[in-house]
């Protein structure tokens, strides 16, 4: 087999495709400069390895001798992966959003040699099929109007571009930020909430925790008992379906039906991340067993499927086995009958919901959708699942994209110091100082510069918002949950890059590619959280909190104009800002932020242990230790231990309590 200009990238996706007869080109100066040379229309195609149907538009077309001669003949094709890619990607889905009222991927787009789009769509399969044009009656037909109507395919990318260019700048109108903000969404929220089986909307059903995240924060600062029972449900449910993997653990992408039963079988590492988070913090309210045993699980999951060597993480599992979705993750009776025995496959097959008519083209799903027991942790299936779990790694195997992604790392941090700082296991900050030291070790440039993807000894791409966002929440998360000032340090000095690389002096916010990366056709500006938090989401968030942490001016004027920003998008939008809107109400509900100094190591941990016992959001604290750094925390410099004992003051509105050394009076007063 013939390889094509693919077969040096590092990007499982593109290598997926570097034996395609199409002439495929990375994203790259050699692609654009053929495609000036031959005045040819550039077919561009964005995916991501683990992605189903980018998987089946290259077995029907990209595969295909036959569509492989049209694009070759009349087309430059570029290959893009998404993951590595961010900024290409988000420019051309809001292309294909704009032109087709929807997106996904495999992403398709046809664009003029200066990068224009003038058609976008998504996949296409080789013949018309269910009212969709077939790939080669769509590449002829915008051939030949390249060929014969240049005049108006310059004025359709204008437009195009004009309007791409305007929705990526969010417009700025008057009004004040306020809990009405909140209790619009989270009103809109509770009409989409799926009574029955949990979750928002229609299926296909996204776990989207960031919505969970909102739902539990809004009941401690409310009181609001009903969306602390939604969040549970859908916690609850997205467990018990067959999202979860009842047998390897670790949950899937999402679910193509109502009750979390069918997922789209691929597993992300952020997903699996915010999962993480989102469980844990679901534990530190109800104290429920359930939700700490299904993040311990995850989290089992992760380091076992996803952790490398060195101590990265992953990016995902493929939903496809031997060409089939699903097929590593289905049994049917008589499989568990020949590895378990007769009666013990009776109460495995009962236990889990494996019928003969099974639930998913005919084999089984495992699932404890009908079983009542599901919060219970039972020895005896336990025992029984390892078997099978042993089984199933011998009876096929699933691909797995091991490029390492600094953005969805860093998520995974924030994932295992949270897990660190509410169970207490120190496995879980060694995992996360692994992850960190890889980064600071394989994604950082000689000039310093953070960079976005790590494969094959090989790290590239100049780091994005979310790389930057995402590690800055990493070492806010670590600093709280060890108080150890070199994490804030840390947080700090990339929060620093972050604004001077990204954010936009003229109108606000932060752009996704950094002012020294290449210039696409616009600049994004994301705001909006889909499958997980956006970048400027986060970049909210970690100023608002290390504002608070610093006593940082600069930054609180920063944290109210990138809150202002989102101003208009959230009234007519409000849902599309979950956790955006988890960030503002730090600002617009009460706060409190205990200064703790401290004696010995010992008084800190009693600290953390009173912390851990007593959920409150809106608290942030900071502990004056030995190692303290007067030029992190000036405004700490004034205070002072009392009766030569661990001390502590309560800072609310502007304004400190006396100090006073009890650490129950500090228990009383955070309750």
């Not at 007869?21 to 195609?45: G, H, M, T």
């Not at 994209?401 to 897990?419: E, H, P, Q, R, Y």
């Amino acid at each position: 087999m013939k390889s094509n200009n693919l077969i040096n990238e590092k990007s499982p996706y593109l290598l997926q495709h570097a034996y395609n007869p199409v002439n495929w080109y990375p994203w790259s100066d050699k692609a654009f400069e053929r495609v000036k040379e031959e005045d040819k229309p550039i077919f561009l195609s964005i995916g991501y390895s683990t992605c189903h149907w980018c998987h089946v538009m290259e077995k029907e077309s990209f595969e295909d001798e036959e569509v492989a001669e049209v694009l070759n003949d009349n087309f430059i094709s570029i290959k893009v992966d998404r993951e590595e890619r961010p900024d290409v990607d988000s420019v051309y889905m809001k292309v294909c959003q704009a032109i087709t009222g929807s997106g996904g991927w495999p992403l398709t787009i046809i664009m003029t040699p200066d990068k224009k789009p003038f058609f976008a769509g998504t996949y296409f399969p080789k013949y018309q099929r269910y009212n969709k044009i077939g790939i080669i009656d769509l590449l002829e037909k915008l051939s030949h109007k390249y060929k014969t109507d240049k005049n108006l395919i310059n004025e359709s990318t204008e437009e195009i571009l004009n309007f791409v260019q305007k929705s990526f700048e969010p417009k700025s109108i008057e009004g004040n930020l306020d809990k009405s903000l909140v209790d619009s969404a989270v009103k809109i929220f509770k009409l989409a909430y799926d009574r029955e089986y949990g979750g928002f909307g229609q299926e296909p059903k996204f776990p989207a925790p960031q919505n969970i995240l909102l739902f539990l924060k809004y009941y401690k600062l409310e009181g609001d008992n009903q969306s602390l029972a939604m969040a549970e449900k859908t916690l609850e449910y997205m467990y018990r379906g067959g999202l979860f993997d009842h047998i390897g653990y670790g949950f899937s992408r999402y679910s193509t039906d109502k009750m979390w039963l069918v997922p789209h079988f691929e597993k992300m590492l952020y997903d699996n991340a915010m999962l993480i988070i989102t469980y844990l913090e679901a534990y530190s309210i109800t104290k429920k067993e359930l939700y700490k045993n299904i993040a311990i699980k995850t989290i089992d999951y992760v380091i076992r499927e996803l952790r490398d060597n060195d101590g990265g993480f992953y990016s995902a599992q493929d939903a496809d086995s031997e060409g089939e979705e699903g097929k590593f993750y289905v049994f049917n009776p008589l499989e568990i009958i020949k590895v378990l025995g007769e009666e013990d496959a009776k109460y495995f097959n009962s236990y889990y919901g494996v019928t003969d008519s099974g639930n998913f083209e005919g084999k089984n799903i495992l699932n404890l959708l009908n079983n009542d027991k599901f919060d219970k942790e039972d020895e005896k299936i336990n025992e029984f699942r390892k078997k099978i779990f042993d089984y199933r790694l011998n009876r096929t195997t699933l691909h797995k994209d091991d490029k390492i992604l600094t953005s969805w790392n860093g998520l995974m941090v924030v994932a295992l110091s949270n897990a660190y700082k509410l169970l207490g296991d120190k496995i879980y900050l060694s995992y996360a100082n692994d992850c960190i030291k890889f980064i600071k070790e394989k994604l950082v440039n000689k000039e310093g510069r953070l960079l976005a993807r790590y494969r094959d000894n090989h790290a590239g791409f100049l780091a994005y918002l979310d790389d930057y966002s995402f590690l800055v929440w990493a070492y806010i998360s670590l600093y709280e949950s060890t108080f150890d000032i070199k994490y804030l340090e840390e947080a700090i000095k990339l929060n620093k890059e972050s604004i001077k690389l990204f954010w936009d002096n003229k109108n606000g916010g932060f752009f996704l590619y950094g002012k020294d990366a290449e210039e696409l056709i616009s600049r994004p500006k994301d705001l909006d959280d889909g499958a997980k938090p956006s970048g400027n989401s986060v970049a909210t968030y970690n100023l608002i909190k290390l504002a608070s942490i610093t006593g940082d001016v600069n930054l609180e004027e920063l944290a109210q104009k990138q809150l202002k920003i989102y101003l208009h998008s959230l009234k007519s939008e409000p849902t599309g800002y979950s956790f955006y809107l988890t960030a503002l109400m730090y600002k617009i509900y009460p706060s409190k932020e205990i200064v703790c100094v401290a004696k010995n190591k010992e008084d800190v941990k009693a600290l953390k242990d009173v912390l851990n016992e007593i959920y409150n959001p809106n608290t942030i604290v900071i502990v004056k230790d030995e190692n303290y750094k007067k030029e992190l925390i000036p405004y700490l410099s004034d205070y002072g231990l009392k009766d030569n004992k661990t001390t502590y003051y309560i800072c609310q509105n502007n304004s400190c309590s006396q100090p006073f050394n009890d650490i129950e009076k500090l228990k009383e007063s955070i309750n």
